[in-house]
Nanobody, 120 residues
């Protein structure tokens, strides 16, 4: 069975940093685009960052560009999100997702999420 398990969330003060990890099992995602999404209380889920299968291409939401960095280690089937200069508005549940191939290229696999809380 395919599983994506996020870890590394917690409570930090504004301006601090956290490193999230997403460990995959049950399937080889070394050729899949991986991404992070987040959902704040009362808000819709939003895209945060994505990385191509070989790490050659990354994409970020404007709200996190310059502060967050997505990376991956295919040998470990793991994707990371380094979050720096955290702001209270970054508070959310962060989800890891794996993108399927043709024909839909949708995010077919999701983790359960990890809570990130940034105090002011």
């Amino acid at each position: 069975q395919v599983q994506l398990v996020e870890s590394g969330g917690g409570l930090v003060q504004a301006g601090g940093s956290l490193r999230l990890s997403c460990a995959a099992s049950g399937r080889d995602f070394s050729r899949n685009t991986m991404a992070w999404f987040r959902q704040a209380p009362g808000k819709e889920r939003e895209f945060v960052a994505a990385i191509s299968w070989n790490g050659g291409s990354t994409s970020y939401a404007d709200s996190v560009k310059g502060r967050f960095t997505i990376s991956r280690d295919n040998a470990k089937n793991t994707v990371y999100l380094e979050m720096n200069t955290l702001k209270p508005e970054d508070t959310a549940v962060y989800y890891c997702a794996a993108r399927a191939g043709a024909p839909k290229y949708d995010y077919a696999y999701w983790g359960q999420g990890t809570q990130v809380t940034v105090s002011s």
